[in-house]
């Protein structure tokens, strides 16, 4: 299987590489070549890889727990070693710098190590004696958790490797099926992980596959009664659409944000001046601002409003925008020209409104100039939206009050940063913001992967990080046990 070029890549059908009659060209948002040509799996195909999945549930939870551990450490090594091979082909496909692709790798190297640790944990089984009470005299309790069944797993563009592989790797890791639907602009990170997938020895045949189909054959696969689980990635508006349409599935939904970051008054030497300035440029433009967690709103106490955004303006203007094959390259293109066109579509009818444009507001094909602004209307679309561009809004307030009701005016709820030393703060801002996650002294952009993650409001519901995932995946049964000398 290649990489680059135009040859034509396989999918992976049940674990085997197969070909349909069709194919798609994935082309790369820099230049428009062609980065490779992809095999589309026909109806009957897609049909054959459920049904395998449905087959393979009760064989896969029976795995052995050192088998899964076995296949996730072999694919966690694999990636390592073909890392800078997958960190070219995550840029070719996707616009992202290298330095961006190299970290990504890195992270997805970590989510197969620790979804191995977890299977070698998972289901040790929890006592409980029910003798407290009268009624349960001779009686003990055990929980184990066993799979929903098996997952239909729909993956983004914007990390087409680390996102899919905290969806792959967590129902590896508790033994359960899983279909994967890779993002039609980048399909071939997916592929090969299927491609070291495949190495492995030990999975029954059905418990993976990778298809990568159209978007209009999603809903057929949501509908599905074989997929009982369903872990989304994407916008909230599919998101929502999908839940609402199979209400009575288990659904995982990483959706949007438009993540804040707060610099409280108290956060005002011009060592933390700096270093706010930094994480807030280099955050609201990495991946070309194409990550929901990525920084759109700096809401600033006016004791350190204009010193700090005379920084921020500063850094970002450093930001080396350019060829995402370059290494010095900070910022590349977004994923499509369309995405380009939406962004500056958005930043125009904002400063139409009277927002002030600070830095930026230029459109090169698919490239958009790293862009803050000031004095944003609240009626405009990027006050709102989530902007997933390269563009970044400054905001005054008058103390922790005002700050932390403008982090919560919004219909969003991923994560927000929260620039403070006043330990106190800290547990407010943990305790009132309306976030899944609250970063102390850095962007919200912050992200461990064996942390939970996810979202409340339209941002989502359900958290991913391996272990959270694999909880999600499984429900806990109990195993009543009468009749003991306890």
């Known amino acids: 299987m290649t990489t680059t070029g135009a040859a034509t890549h396989a999918f992976w059908l049940a674990g085997r590489q197969a070909e349909g009659t069709d194919t798609f060209d994935v082309t790369s948002p820099w230049d428009g070549a062609t980065v490779g040509r992809v095999a589309?799996?026909?109806?009957?195909?897609?049909?054959?890889?459920?049904?395998?999945?449905?087959?393979?549930?009760?064989?896969?939870?029976?795995?052995?727990?050192?088998?899964?551990?076995?296949?996730?450490d072999h694919v966690s090594k694999r990636?390592?070693?073909?890392?800078?091979?997958?960190?070219?082909l995550i840029t070719a496909e996707n616009g992202k710098p290298m330095k961006w692709s190299r970290g990504e790798v890195g992270r997805a190297v970590s989510v197969f190590r620790w979804a191995a640790e977890?299977?070698?944990?998972?289901?040790?089984g929890e006592a409980q004696r029910l003798d407290t009470d009268a009624g349960g005299v001779g009686r003990l309790a055990l929980t184990r958790r066993f799979g929903r069944g098996p997952v239909l797993g729909i993956a983004p563009f914007n990390f087409p490797l680390n996102l899919v592989a905290h969806k792959v790797a967590p129902a590896i890791a508790v033994g359960t099926p899983i279909i994967l639907k890779p993002a039609p602009a980048t399909p071939l990170s997916a592929l090969l992980l299927g491609e070291l997938l495949a190495e492995t020895e030990g999975l029954p045949e059905g418990a993976w596959s990778v298809l990568p189909v159209a978007n209009d054959k999603m809903p057929a696969l949501v509908q599905d009664p074989r997929l009982p689980v369903i872990s989304f990635t994407g916008s909230d508006t599919v998101g929502y659409q999908i839940m609402d349409s199979v209400p009575r599935k288990h659904i995982t939904l990483e959706l949007g944000g438009n993540a804040a970051a707060v610099v409280l008054a108290d956060w005002s030497s011009e060592a933390d001046l700096d270093w706010a300035a930094t994480r807030i440029a280099t955050f609201s433009?990495?991946?070309?601002?194409?990550?929901c967690i990525s920084v759109q709103r700096v809401i600033a106490d006016t004791a350190v409003f204009d010193a700090l955004a005379e920084k921020i303006v500063a850094k970002v203007r450093e930001q080396a925008v350019g060829d995402p094959g370059d290494d010095a390259t900070d910022v590349g293109p977004l994923v499509s020209e369309a995405a380009a066109e939406r962004v500056a579509s958005w930043v125009d009818e904002a400063v139409a409104k009277g927002a002030k444009l600070l830095t930026g507001g230029t459109r090169e094909g698919t490239s958009y100039a790293p862009t803050v602004l000031t004095d944003l209307p609240a009626d405009a679309v990027l006050a709102t939206a989530e902007a997933f561009g390269p563009v970044l809004s400054l905001h005054r307030v008058n103390g922790a009050d005002e700050a932390f009701a403008a982090v919560n005016d919004s219909r969003f709820g991923l994560q927000s940063g929260v620039f403070t030393h006043d330990l106190q703060l800290a547990f407010r801002a943990h305790r009132e913001l309306e976030v899944g996650g609250v970063i102390i002294g850095d962007a919200p952009s912050y992200r461990a992967d064996q942390m939970p993650y996810g979202g409340v409001k339209d941002s989502?519901?359900?958290?991913?990080?391996?272990?959270?995932a694999m909880d999600d995946y499984t429900y806990e049964r109990v195993l009543v046990l009468t009749g003991l000398d306890l």
Do not use: C
Not at 41 to 69: G, I
Not at 79 to 88: D, H, N, W, Y
């Open 460 to 468: 989502g519901t359900g958290r991913e990080g391996v272990k959270y």
């Open 40 to 72: 589309v799996p026909t109806d009957a195909q897609v049909e054959e890889a459920v049904a395998a999945a449905a087959a393979a549930a009760d064989a896969f939870s029976a795995t052995p727990a050192h088998v899964r551990a076995a296949a996730l």
């Open 79 to 88: 990636i390592a070693e073909r890392s800078e091979e997958i960190a070219r």
């Open 118 to 124: 977890e299977a070698r944990r998972f289901n040790s």
């Open 285 to 291: 433009n990495y991946q070309a601002g194409q990550s």
